[in-house]
């Protein structure tokens, strides 16, 4: 399997809910993540991500700190707010925003699981479904640390029909009674969601560098594929570079250069993002996690997780998937 699906796959995309919004000039709003409303219609997370796909009209979005990176938006793109922060959309720059979850708080008309709406404004429409996915796993997650902090996708081109019908899809089975709506939608909203996330790496330059930029270069995309696929199995960075058609030293470069930290060190990290997902959703003794990643003893798997952690894993699972106070400080 390659990188980019396994990464995907543990960050446990769950719990999606849909927002239907039809928004007429003038307006513009300020989202921010409200407790209140995540905790009545999605499970308690890490992080929620939202994205916002524009299927009629256009609009404009920004984070509040930083204004030189706003974006425009038209029908057929999508924004995304990958680290769930705060973000501004509006029919025009220079508007007083309102915040969002004050109106969805009156209008809110769904059940956990279905699509919420809303209409706001008087004039020229924009028509925006929005969803809201309950992120875990995200502690130095790669993808998610690799994107930017708000990005918009164009989603037009030779396979956006399934996209347009997805959401009419979605729609109906908002309007209807179907047994199994609730997990129709969920699956969709992620859906969407993992389409942006690859069409978002098929559009980044070339010379990128970061993990995206990994995924791009056919050496380091190969031994990315490779220790995400057996992340368990004792990779040498020689053995890498054979499989990726590459000298050990050209690899060791390029990877490094591309990803700013050698082979190992990756590898190192990932194995311990697999044993925290493990931690946060199983009751597998330590023993048995440890070894399933690669790891020789119980011990040095105590001692790997306790750095990159803050607290040994048996601390750490009991707290929730959190550090103790004390050592966090």
């Known amino acids: 399997m390659d990188a980019l699906s ?140 690799a994107l930017p902090r708000l990005f918009k996708v164009d989603m037009r081109g030779s396979s956006a029909a399934w996209l347009e019908s997805s959401v009419r899809f979605a729609a109906q089975e908002a309007d209807g009674s179907r047994p199994g709506g609730a997990t129709v939608l969920s699956k969709l909203s992620e859906l969407l969601f993992v389409e942006a996330i690859r069409r978002y790496v098929d559009s980044i330059p070339e010379d990128r560098k970061g993990w995206l930029g990994g995924l791009r270069d056919r050496f380091v995309a190969r031994a990315l594929g490779l220790m995400h696929e057996r992340p368990s199995h004792p990779w040498t960075v020689e053995e890498l570079a054979n499989r990726s058609g590459m000298s050990r030293s050209a690899l060791a470069q390029r990877f490094t250069d591309l990803l700013d930290m050698p082979p190992m060190q990756y590898l190192a990290q990932w194995r311990l993002q697999l044993a925290a997902q493990q931690l946060r959703s199983g009751n597998q003794s330590l023993a048995a996690i440890a070894e399933q990643i690669g790891y020789e003893s119980e011990a040095a798997f105590n001692r790997a997780f306790k750095r990159e952690f803050g607290s040994p894993p048996a601390t750490w699972r009991r707290n929730g998937g959190r550090a103790k106070v004390a050592e966090s400080d």
């Not at 543990?10 to 300020?30: E, H, M, N, Y």
């Not at 796909?53 to 990176?69: H, R, S």
């Not at 025009?92 to 809110?108: D, N, S, W």
């Open 6 to 145: 396994e990464v995907l796959r543990a960050v446990q995309l769950t719990g999606a809910v849909f927002l239907d919004a039809r928004f007429s000039a003038p307006w513009c709003l300020t989202s921010e993540q409200n407790e209140a409303l995540c905790s009545a219609y999605l499970p308690t997370s890490d992080r929620v991500v939202s994205f916002h796909f524009i299927t009629a009209g256009k609009c404009w979005a920004m984070l509040p700190d930083d204004p030189a990176g706003a974006v425009d938006l038209s029908a057929g793109d999508i924004l995304v707010v990958p680290q769930g922060e705060p973000h501004i959309m509006g029919s025009a720059r220079g508007l007083q925003p309102v915040p969002a979850a004050a109106l969805l708080a009156e209008k809110v008309e769904a059940s956990a699981g279905a699509v919420m709406t809303l209409a706001y404004g008087g004039g020229e429409q924009a028509h925006i479904v929005c969803g809201f996915l309950a992120v875990q796993g995200v502690a130095k997650n790669p993808l998610l640390a």
